[in-house]
């Protein structure tokens, strides 16, 4: 299984569908709009494209990392894992608020 061992890249993303329904319940939950929450993300995606070992942790015992943004009110976590086709690539699971 892809990114199950060795190193940890992410040179592009995919929007998973349940990623797209956890950014509707985060719009709702929090106020932020589509511009906030994309102008966060961007920053959390271009720290991963370079270094994504050293923004994204590994939840253990699974296929799947976690990554949070370092500014804005609230904080966002997102939940990605590599792709099986292009393990390259990675797919973006869901957002949510960090408490």
């Given at each position: 299984?892809?990114?199950?061992?060795?190193?940890?890249?992410?040179?592009?993303?995919?929007?998973?569908?349940?990623?797209?329904?956890?950014?509707?319940?985060?719009?709702?939950?929090?106020?932020?709009?589509?511009?906030?929450?994309?102008?966060?993300?961007?920053?959390?995606?271009?720290?991963?494209?370079?270094?994504?070992?050293f923004v994204a942790?590994?939840?253990?015992?699974?296929?799947?990392?976690?990554?949070?943004?370092?500014?804005?009110?609230?904080?966002?976590?997102?939940?990605?894992?590599?792709?099986?086709?292009?393990?390259?690539?990675?797919?973006?699971?869901?957002i949510e608020e960090?408490?």
């Open positions: 299984m892809a990114g199950t061992s060795g190193e940890f890249l992410c040179e592009g993303f995919v929007e998973t569908r349940e990623f797209e329904e956890s950014k509707d319940e985060l719009k709702r939950s929090t106020g932020l709009t589509d511009r906030q929450i994309d102008f966060r993300l961007e920053g959390l995606l271009w720290a991963l494209r370079r270094e994504p070992a942790e590994r939840i253990p015992n699974r296929n799947l990392w976690v990554a949070t943004t370092n500014r804005g009110v609230p904080l966002l976590r997102i939940f990605l894992r590599p792709r099986e086709e292009r393990p390259t690539e990675c797919e973006l699971m869901w960090r408490f």
